[in-house]
Nanobody
Framework: QVQLVESGGGLVQPGGSLRLSCAAS????????MGWYRQAPGQQRELVAT???????TYADSVKGRFTVSRDNAKNTVYLQMNSLKPDDTAVYYC???????????????WGQGTQVTVSS
């Protein structure tokens, strides 16, 4: 099995910054894409940012220029640096990873437990 453990959420004022981290552990043969999604109350879960093992990055239009996703392949960890935060960024942020557990298996999606980010004055 694979576990994704997130950290770094919290309460921040508008214009502030937070950095989220997500570490993958367990039975990992290879990690492909890692990234972040978020879900606000009453809303569907949406993509925030993802990065492939090769370094290709995708951002939601709403966070471009404010958020930066990065990863450390040696540590199986993905980060999300969030700057210039707005109240609309308030949501539960979920880490996602595509994991191959063995040579004989394909990739499966795994999710973290979620971390709350609240932007409010």
């Amino acid at each position: 099995q694979v576990q994704l453990v997130e950290s770094g959420g919290g309460l921040v004022q508008p214009g502030g910054s937070l950095r989220l981290s997500c570490a993958a552990s367990g039975r990992i043969f290879r990690l492909n894409a890692m990234g972040w999604y978020r879900q606000a109350p009453g809303q569907q879960r949406e993509l925030v940012a993802t990065t492939t093992r090769g370094g290709s990055i995708t951002y939601a239009d709403s966070v471009k220029g404010r958020f930066t996703v990065s990863r450390d392949n040696a540590k199986n960890t993905v980060y999300l640096q969030m700057n210039s935060l707005k109240p609309d960024d308030t949501a539960v942020y979920y880490c996602n990873a595509e994991v191959r557990e063995s040579f004989r298996q394909g990739y499966s999606d795994y999710w973290g437990q979620g971390t709350q980010v609240t932007v409010s004055s």
